[in-house]
């Protein structure tokens, strides 16, 4: 893990990062069902699914969620938490085999509602497949720490 610190000032709307490939296996499926419950058939019975549109075995959309944020997490900011997920969706489905890499873009930065010393980084998340098609897009909201104390902002404003 790379340390890099980061306050909410130093965020640029606009820049981006792009990881490596990761490829979504059978095993990943069938623990991600352990660990949920999850076992509904679009994940777990090959015969059910080949008489389905798809023809095959799906990811879990929350798999492939928990898997893509992960694989944006190779530096930690410790001015930085994540504060949650808006505009989640599964637009097209991961099979077995397939090869995800996620596209992170930092689109939005605001005030905190209640916390002066705060702000809110919104990242657009996109997960794509290895034909480049969006499989997953979200926004990944962050709380960050201001470099200055809200009276020291406003006076160098």
Request: net charge neutral.
């Given at each position: 893990?790379?340390?890099?610190?980061?306050?909410?000032?130093?965020?640029?709307?606009?820049?981006?990062?792009?990881?490596?490939?990761?490829?979504?296996?059978?095993?990943?499926?069938?623990?991600?069902?352990g660990?949920?419950?999850?076992?509904?058939?679009?994940?777990?019975?090959?015969?059910?699914?080949?008489?389905?549109?798809?023809?095959?075995?799906?990811?879990?959309?929350?798999?492939?969620?928990?898997?893509?944020?992960?694989?944006?997490?190779?530096?930690?900011?410790?001015?930085?938490?994540?504060?949650?997920?808006?505009?989640?969706?599964?637009?097209?489905?991961?099979?077995?085999?397939d090869?995800?890499?996620?596209?992170?873009?930092?689109?939005?930065?605001?005030?905190?509602?209640?916390?002066?010393d705060?702000?809110?980084?919104?990242?657009?998340?996109?997960?794509?497949?290895?034909?480049?098609?969006?499989?997953?897009?979200?926004?990944?909201?962050?709380?960050?720490?201001?470099?200055?104390?809200?009276?020291?902002?406003?006076?160098?404003?």
């Amino acid at each position: 893990m790379i340390v890099s610190e980061l306050f909410f000032e130093d965020y640029q709307t606009g820049s981006a990062r792009r990881t490596l490939g990761r490829t979504i296996t059978e095993a990943d499926i069938v623990i991600h069902a352990g660990q949920t419950g999850d076992n509904f058939p679009h994940h777990m019975d090959a015969q059910w699914c080949a008489t389905q549109d798809f023809k095959r075995r799906i990811a879990h959309g929350t798999l492939v969620f928990s898997v893509g944020i992960g694989m944006t997490a190779s530096t930690i900011n410790p001015h930085a938490m994540s504060y949650g997920y808006d505009r989640l969706r599964f637009v097209r489905p991961v099979f077995i085999g397939d090869t995800i890499t996620v596209k992170a873009t930092i689109t939005a930065k605001r005030d905190h509602a209640k916390r002066a010393d705060l702000g809110v980084v919104v990242e657009l998340v996109e997960v794509l497949n290895q034909s480049d098609e969006t499989v997953l897009v979200c926004e990944h909201l962050y709380l960050v720490k201001r470099r200055w104390p809200d009276k020291e902002r406003r006076e160098a404003h």
